[in-house]
């Protein structure tokens, strides 16, 4: 395959990040329907292990003050108030999440 890479769209509450095809793609000789495979994860868990919690909140703050690097994928999931940048306001947002009521959708 040597197409697009497939993409899903960033919803309310998770980013998709291709994984692949299933079934594995291989030499087609006859019809097949092949689906891409998403992960899932979940607005505002920057360092991915399934909760959104203090820690991510961290996380935005040392890549907003210049001490540490995130992934692309990273970012897509650090961009909680979804303006296109990671900055302090998605830190702040963080910390509203789990400080609140105000939870992240």
């Given at each position: ?9 960033t919803d309310d ?56 690097p995130l992934t ?10 979804k303006d296109g ?21």
């Amino acid at each position: 395959y040597d197409g697009e890479t497939p993409t899903k769209t960033t919803d309310d509450k998770y980013v998709y990040e291709f994984m692949g095809w299933d079934p594995d793609l291989a030499l087609v000789t006859a019809d097949v329907t092949y689906n891409a495979v998403f992960d899932t994860y979940l607005i505002g868990d920057v360092n991915m292990d399934g909760t959104v919690d203090i820690f991510d909140a961290v996380e935005v703050q040392k890549y907003a003050s210049g001490k540490e690097p995130l992934t692309e994928l990273q970012l897509r999931i650090a961009d909680v108030n979804k303006d296109g940048s990671v900055t302090y306001l998605d830190m702040q947002r963080l910390y509203q999440h789990f400080s609140s009521d105000n939870k992240l959708s």
